[in-house]
Antibody, heavy 119, light 110 residues
Framework: EVQLLESGGGLVQPGGSLRLSCAAS????????MTWVRQAPGKGLEWVSAINGPGTNTYYADSVKGRFTISRDNSKNTLYLQMNSLRAEDTAVYYCAKRPYGLDYFDYWGQGTLVTVSS | QSALTQPRSVSGSPGQSVTISCTGT?????????VSWYQQHPGKAPKLMIY???KRPSGVPDRFSGSKSDNTASLTISGLQAEDEADYYC??????????FGTGTKVTVL
């Protein structure tokens, strides 16, 4: 059974940093691209960042480019999102999601972790 | 990377059909047959309902169907049931590992 479990969320001050983790199980983690999607309170879903299976290629939404870094450790079956220079508008539930090999959608999602940026 | 446009809300009585539109551009919806739809109940993670415009994952009732014409995709729920009341989001591939989501539609079962 595929499982994705996010962690690392919490309260952080504007300008601060936070690292999210997503522990994966139930599939060959290194073979699949992974994605972070966020949802601000009461708002819609926003694609944030993606990384290919080997971890050699990364992609970002304009809203986080230069501040967020996606990475993965395939030996630990874990996806990461390093978030720096956080702003109030980064407050959201952050979901990790799995993308089927070579296909353009997300078949499994984690339960999400809440990041709150506030002084 | 502008969000795809969806109606804010749609509603219908049990047994009726509702259709949600999702309008993008030739760089996303119109450029790829890679539109997916997600159902989200309050406080829950999104769930895949439709992928590749019109395909249903195993376990999704055939009451859910998808289509696309030019830059607009649509999700139709036929035979509306109480458990279908949720938020629905479309999503389109936009090239180079980038995706764009729709603004979201709240479906209310009257």
């Amino acid at each position: 059974e595929v499982q994705l479990l996010e962690s690392g969320g919490g309260l952080v001050q504007p300008g601060g940093s936070l690292r999210l983790s997503c522990a994966a199980s139930g599939f060959t983690f290194s073979g699949y691209a992974m994605t972070w999607v966020r949802q601000a309170p009461g708002k819609g879903l926003e694609w944030v960042s993606a990384i290919n299976g080997p971890g050699t290629n990364t992609y970002y939404a304009d809203s986080v480019k230069g501040r967020f870094t996606i990475s993965r450790d395939n030996s630990k079956n874990t996806l990461y999102l390093q978030m720096n220079s956080l702003r109030a508008e980064d407050t959201a539930v952050y979901y990790c999601a799995k993308r089927p090999y070579g296909l353009d959608y997300f078949d499994y999602w984690g339960q999400g972790t809440l990041v709150t940026v506030s002084s | 990377q502008s969000a795809l446009t969806q109606p804010r809300s749609v509603s219908g009585s049990p047994g009726q059909s509702v259709t949600i539109s999702c309008t993008g551009t030739s760089s996303d919806v119109g450029g790829y047959n890679s539109v997916s739809w997600y159902q989200q109940h309050p406080g829950k993670a999104p769930k895949l309902m439709i992928y590749d415009v019109s395909k249903r994952p195993s376990g999704v009732p055939d009451r859910f169907s998808g289509s696309k014409s030019d830059n607009t995709a649509s999700l139709t729920i036929s035979g509306l049931q109480a458990e279908d009341e949720a938020d629905y989001y479309c999503c389109s591939y936009a090239g180079s590992y980038i995706f764009v989501f729709g603004t979201g539609t709240k479906v209310t079962v009257l």
